[in-house]
């Protein structure tokens, strides 16, 4: 799968300011109340609910968090259910956006997205018109800190798995999207720990941005729609040089 190395360092310039803004207890929350909506609040019973508690866990979500996220996902606390959409634009230089949210509130989304991309030289998209040009993927993400590269690849390929990155902390694994659940769970049994299970969107073809000015603006609209409390994902076909990278350091 061609074009992940590139957005990864994106990825880890942005992780430093994820903690400092709050948005990460945010996310989990969601996460934790789509998961106790779709399979139960009982994580022995939910995979999916473990995996994202595990996750909170992580980042150090305060337990109250976690319960009431659960119970609202089941409907204990009364209210509007929380519901999953996606939607879809185009940046600057028609760079294509998917930003999937969780939300009791439709119209309240539908509007703050449509603002954010308005107000940052981006055009809001309908349904279908952006996300034909992204794969849809299953990612399981997994630490095992005494397997080897070659142990964790071949599990992940024996489980169902299509492909596997490694660095030094982690492993990728990406695998068919109707295949996520099966694969994770085969990992676990085979005695990993999996921290992180979720559906991802890839980009069929790259754009590569080698002009810092649109790299900056591109940076910035992913960084509002990741920050906006609504939201779960964001998914882009961008991809920065070196060059640019080493710019927006500076």
């Not at 596997?164 to 295949?179: K, L, R």
């Not at 591109?218 to 998914?235: H, M």
């Amino acid at each position: 799968m061609a074009g992940h190395n590139k957005w990864s360092k994106v990825k880890h310039i942005k992780a430093r300011v994820d903690a400092v803004k709050g948005r990460v207890f945010s996310k989990c929350a969601h996460e934790i109340a789509l998961a106790a909506r779709a399979g139960g609040g009982d994580p022995q019973l939910n995979s999916r609910l473990r995996t994202a508690i595990e996750n909170a866990k992580a980042v150090s979500t305060p337990r109250e968090n976690i319960e009431r996220a659960i119970k609202k996902g089941t409907g204990e606390l009364g209210g509007a259910a929380i519901q999953e959409v996606t939607y879809e634009g185009y940046g600057p230089n028609g760079i294509a956006f998917l930003i999937e949210t969780a939300t009791d509130n439709l119209n309240r989304t539908a509007q703050d997205i449509r603002t954010i991309f308005s107000k940052n030289n981006g055009t809001p998209a309908t349904p279908g018109s952006v996300s034909y040009q992204f794969d849809r993927k299953g990612q399981v993400i997994l630490v095992a800190p005494h397997a080897s590269e070659e142990e964790i690849f071949e599990s992940a390929i024996m489980a169902g798995a299509d492909d596997v990155q490694s660095d030094e902390t982690e492993h990728t694994i990406y695998c068919p999207a109707a295949q996520l659940a099966a694969v994770a769970s085969q990992l676990r049994l085979s005695g990993y720990h999996v921290t992180s299970e979720k559906f991802i969107s890839i980009p069929q073809i790259p754009r590569y941005i080698e002009d810092l000015s649109t790299a900056r603006q591109c940076l910035k609209l992913y960084d509002l729609f990741d920050a906006y409390d609504d939201t779960l994902n964001v998914f882009t076909n961008f991809e920065l040089s070196d060059e640019i990278l080493a710019q927006l350091d500076n």
